[in-house]
């Protein structure tokens, strides 16, 4: 039998680029929950929280240090060429 949760949900609509959620569901196991992941985020925005890196994947790392980047850097390239690596 299924515990109930008391809190309740609601269904959003967010327009965000086909790439962005193609990286997101690249990074989730079969197991993991978008709607989960993409709650906590909101939260710890909410809450000012910072992204502890212990709980990151190597790829997911790559990817907010190339956000961070300059595209136009030697930086960017490595971390590009790194991202690439870890996707195989």
Do not use: A, W
């Not at 390239?77 to 991202?83: E, F, G």
């Amino acid at each position: 039998m299924k515990r109930r949760t008391k809190t309740k949900f609601t269904q959003i609509h967010v327009s965000i680029p086909v790439r962005t959620l193609e990286d997101l569901d690249e990074t989730l196991s079969f197991k993991q929950s978008r709607s989960r992941v993409i709650t906590k985020l909101i939260e710890n925005y909410l809450e000012g929280d910072q992204v502890h890196i212990g709980s990151m994947t190597r790829r997911q790392i790559c990817i907010s240090l190339l956000n961070q980047t300059d595209p136009e850097s030697s930086e960017y390239v490595l971390l590009t060429s790194l991202l690439q690596i870890l996707s195989k």
